[in-house]
């Protein structure tokens, strides 16, 4: 796909009142802007942001910063779950830049400092649960996907969405063998995408994200395996035809294009009926996986009528 590039600074897609409304913010004291440039990006502090967590925050008990940042998969670092958090460090995520093209009005480059000025951020403490039949609770600090996709304009052809991981081997050292065909791709069909569940993350608790969790910028996608959850996007791309996603074309039998939380779709090789809540200790009891991961009040209306055994 062929890539333009414009001049277009993130002020000049955001809408003024959006943009005033958050000065206004920081200038009243309401929100400290924690060094957006300099040594990383630093999300805005969740203990500081005015609203309470959102709506669609589970009233769940998140796990610890320690758990949430030390027991991770991202595959660019290492296999083991504590090989992110050893790793990780190595990544430089300033400056960073996410390209948006494919059909959107206002394609581009766009500095992840610039995108950020024009965005509300808050708190999601949402549930979240990977394909190893392991789950968390994580306080994550971001925005709505939709939101962004509002500011370059979504044409009328599209219907996904894609994501891209940076590509770096220097830096990632596991890009330099061939475990996954390189580099990480997700996508998303552009209503699940336009849905308010799902968003960017920039930190978590109080914290700008840890490398490890996908600093600078991460998607979170609640209501699916954790996989979908693409971490350290430096691209996103409005697309007529489904995109690539990593998991889905390494094993296609395993692991779906929509890859729903769905406790009566096993992975052919063990069961989805019930999850592990990591921080409970060894005898904890597994509990029961929720259908659409508990979120299905707001997203089962995005399948009506497909066959979730076979769509999985
Ligand atoms: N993104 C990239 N680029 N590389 C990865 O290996 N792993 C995925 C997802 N995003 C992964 C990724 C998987 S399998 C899961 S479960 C979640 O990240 C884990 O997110 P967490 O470490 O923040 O819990």
Known sequence: MAVRKTDLKWSDVTPKAVFMNRRAVIASGGAALLG????????????????APSRYSTDEKPNTFEEISGYNNFYEFGLD?????????????????VQIDGLVDRPGSYDLADI????????????????EAWSMVVPWVGFELNALLARVGVQPGARFVAFETLMRPSEM???KTSILDWPYREGLRLDEAMHPLAILATGLYDEAMPKQNGAPLRLV???????????????????ADRPQATWNMQAPKE???YSNVNPNVDHPRWSQASERRI???FFAKR??????????????????????????
């Open 221 to 239: 996608v609640p209501w699916k395996y954790g996989f979908k959850s693409i971490k350290s996007i430096v691209r996103i791309t409005l697309t």
């Open 287 to 312: 509990q029961p996986t929720l259908m659409f991961n508990g979120y299905g009040d707001e997203v089962a209306s995005l399948y009506a009528g497909m066959d979730l055994t076979k769509e999985y």
């Open 36 to 51: 957006l440039s300099g040594g990383g990006q630093r999300a805005f502090a969740a203990d500081k942001l005015n609203a």
């Open 173 to 175: 050292p596991m890009q």
């Open 255 to 257: 692991y779906g294009f």
């Open 279 to 281: 921080g409970g200790g």
């Open 116 to 131: 950020l000025k024009g965005q509300r951020l808050e708190q999601r403490i949402y549930r979240h649960r990977c394909v």
């Open 81 to 97: 779950k504590g090989d992110p958090a050893k790793n990780a460090h190595a990544l430089t995520t300033d400056p960073w830049a």
